[in-house]
């Protein structure tokens, strides 16, 4: 019983570290015109004025974003 739910929890920490999507939403830089996870290393200042946060990947391609080329959303 232990080795199913030592498996269990194996898999759902690979689920989360391979789907970031479904636990994140997107910031899109109004400045550059591409859009990001809202966790992407090259945000530093989130709350700034130019970026918008949106719920949909789709919704950001759009409004005319491009994703960005490090956190690859």
Same mark, same amino acid.
């Given at each position: &019983? ?8 194996? @898999? #759902? ?5 391979? =789907?970031? =999507?479904? $636990?994140? =939403? ?13 966790? *992407?290393? =090259? #945000?530093?200042?989130?709350? $700034? ?9 789709? $919704? *950001? #391609? $759009?409004?005319?974003? &491009?994703? *960005?080329? @490090? *956190?690859?959303?």
């Amino acid at each position: &019983m232990k080795k199913v739910f030592v498996a269990f929890l194996a @898999v #759902i920490a690979l689920l989360l570290y391979v =789907t970031p =999507t479904l $636990a994140s =939403t997107y910031l899109a830089n109004t400045k550059s015109g591409k859009f990001h996870f809202s966790d *992407c290393r =090259t #945000i530093k200042h989130p709350n $700034a004025a130019h970026f918008v946060p949106y719920e949909s990947r789709d $919704a *950001c #391609i $759009a409004d005319g974003y &491009m994703p *960005c080329g @490090v *956190c690859r959303p």
